[in-house]
């Protein structure tokens, strides 16, 4: 079968692999129909986190498939299924499984991005997952179902912070999680969106969402442009690093009301100096948000399904799985492009 993989930096060939068999017990054979790219893709492709002398990485995290055959003990799907993948294993048996926070298992690996299961990602003609890891899309399209794992990210992101009805956000960095975010603010009841995105183009496709936009500009003009949008006795209540740059959650600081809560969503490569007392004098309220809970991406899923997160609408190119590197990832890393979210069609090579 052919599988797309990760060989080196900014290396990625469609390679003609071995299949990977029957579905043992509580396992499903499934065809991969869309898969999307995100930062986590665009990271490996950069070098990081690229297999050092093993196994090679086949890509591919968000996709949505077909089921071909399921093993023994599987009740709850079928052949000729349309599922969405969670892509996510974990135990089932520590802790923060049991409380549903599975995203926070020792034991946890990522179809197509590390751990045991990275071998096994979307950018593949047949993939074996568990059985919990399928989802009936059930009134989902196969392109929505390729966008439920990151619209599980951003929702469960405005749900660890707490965004509910009347409230004012920021949302600093609108690429493909940011614009969920803006999304599922929206279904969540927020008042007022702000967005802080140096991306004229990206910038753009959030205004076009419903955000307000905020001119680039030092932190001191970017506030002031805030208290113009919100008035004095309107602050941020809540704001989202969705950059992972420098500035971005300076920003968040600098824009948080007293009493408010900053998420972190971003991966970040280096910790950006904080001003404790700042936070002290605020005080302000720090969490970070990681991957999913299961309430999340079942939440997620039925939000998509109503019409109330439409988070079709990030989707920027549909490309075939053959033009990754062109129309994908360099497409994605071209500052001069507008480029959100890539889908890809998979088999059709």
């Known amino acids: 079968m ?43 492709y950069l070098g990081n986190g690229i297999n050092s002398g093993g196994p090679l990485r086949v890509i591919g995290h968000e996709f949505s498939a077909i089921v071909m055959a399921v093993g023994e003990g599987v009740t709850e799907t079928r052949v000729g299924d349309h599922i969405c993948v969670m892509p996510l294993e974990h135990c089932g048996r520590c802790i923060d499984c049991q409380r549903g926070d599975f995203s926070l298992c020792a034991n946890k ?35 929505q179902g390729a966008l439920v794992e990151p619209a599980a990210v951003a929702l469960h992101a405005v749900i660890q912070a707490g965004v509910g009805p009347g409230h004012t956000v920021l949302v600093v960095g609108a690429g ?75 920003l968040c600081i600098a824009a948080i009301k007293t009493g408010g809560t900053i998420c972190i969503v971003a991966g970040r490569k280096n910790a950006p100096p904080i001003d404790i007392g700042q936070l002290q004098q605020l005080p302000a309220t720090i969490i970070g948000s990681l991957a999913y809970t299961q309430h999340a991406w079942d939440r997620a899923i039925a939000l998509i399904r109503s019409g109330k997160y439409p988070v079709e609408r990030t989707v ?26 890539v889908l890809m069609r998979v088999g059709s090579d």
């Open 316 to 341: 920027t190119s549909r490309i075939d799985r053959a033009e990754i590197v062109e129309k994908g990832f360099e497409a994605l890393l071209d500052p001069t492009r507008l480029e959100l979210k």
């Open 176 to 250: 493909a999680i940011g614009s969920l975010v803006i999304l599922a603010a929206q279904a969540a009841g927020a008042a007022v969106i702000i967005a802080s995105e140096p991306n004229a183009r990206r910038a753009d496709f959030a205004g076009e969402m419903g955000a307000h936009i905020l001119a680039p500009g030092p932190i001191e003009q970017q506030v002031v442009q805030l208290h113009e949008i919100t008035g004095p006795r309107a602050p941020v209540d809540i704001a989202f690093d969705c950059a992972g740059k420098e500035g971005a959650l300076e």
């Open 109 to 143: 690996s990522f179809l197509g991005l590390y751990g045991a299961s990275a071998l096994g990602g979307g950018l593949a003609d047949l993939v074996i997952i568990k059985d919990y890891q399928a989802a009936p899309l059930s009134g989902l399209s196969d392109e």
């Open 2 to 44: 052919k599988a797309t993989r990760l060989h080196g930096l900014k290396d990625v060939r469609l390679d003609d692999i071995a299949d990977p068999g029957l579905p043992g017990p509580y396992e499903l054979l499934i065809a991969p129909l869309w898969a999307g790219l995100c930062g986590s893709d665009v990271k490996g």
